[in-house]
Each structure stands twice: as structure tokens, then as C-alpha cells.
């Protein structure tokens, strides 16, 4: 799609949608499911790739940080949707991808509770369109899949870095001597066992 993918992140069947922000006047949620799995809902991340070079040219003036403002951007508009609380913007899945307001909501497991909102107008065209196609494409791919019954909430913000600290090809940042920029922090995973690996090439390498 616009050679930009859309894809599912951490599914997590029986699980919930957990509030993950950092600071005040944002949202930011996350999924997660105990290990009994018991839960009677489901979750799943929906990504939009982004390529900051050259997704988000209005941004450019922020520099290196390019791409952690235009996640900031996108973490208020969630909170000021929302309510300016931790209440989460949301939308039945087909009042989302056919571009109608949601008269009401399906029920959730995101606890701060849910607010509806006109995602599809509200998002960036570049990350709202490329979801209404991609929820389109699971649908026609898998049975069931496009439904009322399920919620868009946002917004899922942080499935990887926006900053990428560079380092050469021992791991070390080209100018501060012993310095390993490693795991997600530092643009090098995307998620648990990605960052396990790369923190275990990082320790290898400060251990030589
Ligand atoms: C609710 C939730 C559910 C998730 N579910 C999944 C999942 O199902 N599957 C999956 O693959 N991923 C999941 N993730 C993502 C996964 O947790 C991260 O990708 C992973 O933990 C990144 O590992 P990391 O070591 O790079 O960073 P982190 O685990 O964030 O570790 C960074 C560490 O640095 C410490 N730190 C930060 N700043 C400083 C400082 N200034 N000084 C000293 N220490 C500092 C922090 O306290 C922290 O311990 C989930 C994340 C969340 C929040």
C-alpha cells in the first residue's frame, strides 16, 4: 500500500488494552494478555509504517527528533479526542473504515473506558487511509475478521522507535567511546524478544 505496510502487532487473545503513556496530556495504549489467556476480549495492534524521511516532511525543522514529535502530535490528538483524560478515542471497525461517527461503542477492556470519535477524520490521512485499506484487505483475507463488533481504539503509538542512535559495526556510537545504543530505545528491536537479542549482541560486544 504506497509501499507501506499494514500490519498486526501483538495479538493478544484474551487479553487487554492496557493505558501506556508517559506524560501528561497524552494517550497512548498497549495490549497485553495474562498468561491464563482468560479474558473475554481481544487485542491487537494495527501498524502503519511510517518512513520518517519521507512521510513527514512538515516535521523536518524537528530534525533527528523528526519522528518523536510527530508521535507526540498524534499521542495529544488521542488525549483531546478522548476527553483530556485517559479515556480513549474509539470507533466501531466499520463506522471507521466507511467514515461514519459511532452512535455507541462495543464494550472494551480498556479500563479508563472509551469516548466516541471520528477517528477516520481525526487520524492523518497518511496513517488513517493506509488503515481503512489494510482493515479492508484483512477483511476480504480472513472470514469475520471486518465487523462491527470490534473497536478501533487509539492510538497504539509506540510499537517501535522513532529516534535511531547511530552506532558502527561494533555496536558502539561512532563518536562516544563505550557507548552501545541498544534495544528499542535505540532503534534496534520492536518488541520483547528483538530487544532480548539485541541487548545480548550489545553485551558481547562491551564485553570484548
Ligand atoms: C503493555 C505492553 C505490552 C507489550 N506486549 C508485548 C508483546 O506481547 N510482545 C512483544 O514482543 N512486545 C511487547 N511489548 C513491547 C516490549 O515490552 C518492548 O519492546 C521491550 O520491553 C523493549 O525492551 P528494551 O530492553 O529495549 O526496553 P525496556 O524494556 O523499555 O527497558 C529499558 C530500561 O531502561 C530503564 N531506563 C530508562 N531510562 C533510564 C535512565 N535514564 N537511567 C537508567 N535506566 C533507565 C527503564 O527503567 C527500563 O528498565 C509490550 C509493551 C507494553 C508497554
Redesign the pocket.
Known amino acids: 500500500m504506497n509501499e507501506r505496510g499494514v500490519y498486526s502487532f501483538?495479538m493478544?487473545p484474551g487479553g487487554f488494552i492496557?493505558p501506556?503513556a508517559t506524560a501528561n496530556g497524552e494517550v497512548v495504549v498497549?495490549?497485553?494478555?495474562p498468561s491464563k489467556r482468560n479474558n473475554e476480549f481481544a487485542n491487537s495492534g494495527i501498524v502503519v509504517e511510517i518512513n520518517v524521511d519521507k512521510d513527514i516532511p512538515k516535521f523536518e525543522h524537528f530534525g533527528a527528533l523528526k519522528g518523536l514529535e510527530y508521535q507526540k502530535t498524534l499521542e495529544r490528538l488521542a488525549f483531546t479526542s478522548g476527553g483530556r483524560t485517559q479515556t480513549a478515542p474509539a470507533q466501531r471497525l466499520t463506522d471507521f473504515v466507511e467514515g461514519n461517527l459511532s452512535r455507541d461503542l462495543n464494550p472494551t477492556s480498556y479500563q479508563p473506558g472509551i469516548k466516541s470519535a471520528p477517528l477516520h477524520s481525526l487520524l492523518p490521512k497518511l496513517i488513517g487511509s493506509r488503515l481503512r485499506k489494510g482493515f479492508e484487505a484483512f477483511g476480504q483475507k480472513m472470514r469475520g475478521y471486518y465487523t462491527s463488533e470490534a473497536n478501533v481504539i487509539g492510538v497504539e503509538s509506540?510499537?517501535s522507535s522513532p529516534v535511531n542512535i547511530p552506532r558502527n559495526e561494533n555496536l558502539q556510537h561512532p563518536e562516544i567511546y563505550n557507548l552501545f545504543p541498544?534495544?528499542?530505545?535505540?532503534g534496534y528491536?520492536?518488541?520483547?524478544?528483538?530487544?532480548?537479542m539485541?541487548?545480548e549482541r550489545c553485551a558481547e560486544a562491551a564485553c570484548v
Open positions: 501483538c493478544c492496557v501506556a498497549n495490549g497485553m494478555s509506540r510499537t541498544c534495544g528499542e530505545g535505540g528491536a520492536g518488541g520483547i524478544v528483538s530487544a532480548a539485541d541487548g
